[in-house]
């Protein structure tokens, strides 16, 4: 429907489409590296780049990040990665050019140097304070609000105290080290548009769900709690906590508000 009933085309629904579906294969990717994981990473990736590149290219990162974390770092030299990265700057430049093409009749400034530098912005002050309140501001505006927002950082804290022993919490730790990347690398991107802030929202949602999961351990009610009895949690994915374990949002199982929704699953949740 944004595609359909707005009179310009604005990505980001199908950016995050994306995002979201490339976290999911890098994953799978990092577990079971066949062909036919690294092709659909590949594809998914490349349709990602080429729709906005600077929304996606710390993705890159985490992807690498995630591969050396499962296996070494000869896996990041993997035939299917070193074709992917072949096809995928060859696409690039393919499709720079025919802009360049479209666009030098009427905008000969609009080349694709011209553009990626204008992204970058070398010249803007990324550690200064205007930086960092604008970056701030949008977030708390459009992507996390301030009542999310500091559980969000609770979680975050929570994240960092387990990356040691818990591969699930460097997962959000690895695409947050992306994030930051990516608001160093473009001046002209999160600090400067609020609808570049979109691809934070997963990662901070992230954190959210894990403050959750840590505050269900010291809450006082027995419902959260359970004590010593079994409780009862409702997921769509059995034992998983209402995410993919893969994805590992929720170190535990955690109690759903969504018990009217028909066909899930009761599950007994075990607390410590």
Known sequence: MNWY????????????????????????YSKNPKWTNGVALVTVGTLGMLVKLPSFVH???FLALMVLDRQNW???????????????????????????????????YWTGKQNLIG?????????????????????????????????????????????????????????????????????????AQNYYNLPNLVCFCAFLAWAWSDCRHACPFSILRGGSKPVFAYSFFQGSGGVAPEIGICPGRIPSPFKSLTG??????KVA
């Open 5 to 28: 009933l707005s009179t310009a085309f604005m990505p980001e629904t199908l950016l995050q489409t994306l995002t979201i579906g490339f976290l999911l294969l890098a994953l799978q």
């Open 59 to 61: 993705l890159g990162l």
């Open 74 to 108: 000869r896996a990041l030299f993997h035939p299917i990665l070193l074709l992917g990265a072949c096809f995928l700057v060859g696409a690039l430049l393919a499709w720079s050019n025919f802009m360049e093409t479209v666009n030098s009749t009427y905008f000969p």
């Open 119 to 191: 992204f970058i912005q070398p010249g803007y002050e990324r550690w200064g304070s205007a930086f960092w309140i604008k970056l701030l501001g949008y977030n708390l505006a459009y992507v996390l609000p301030l009542m999310a927002a500091l559980p969000a950082a609770w979680g975050a804290r929570w994240t960092w105290g387990l990356r040691r022993t818990s591969r699930e919490a460097r997962i959000w730790l690895y695409l947050l080290v992306g994030l930051f990347l990516s608001w160093m690398i473009w001046g002209k991107g999160p600090a």
């Open 264 to 269: 899930l699953k009761k599950i007994p949740l």
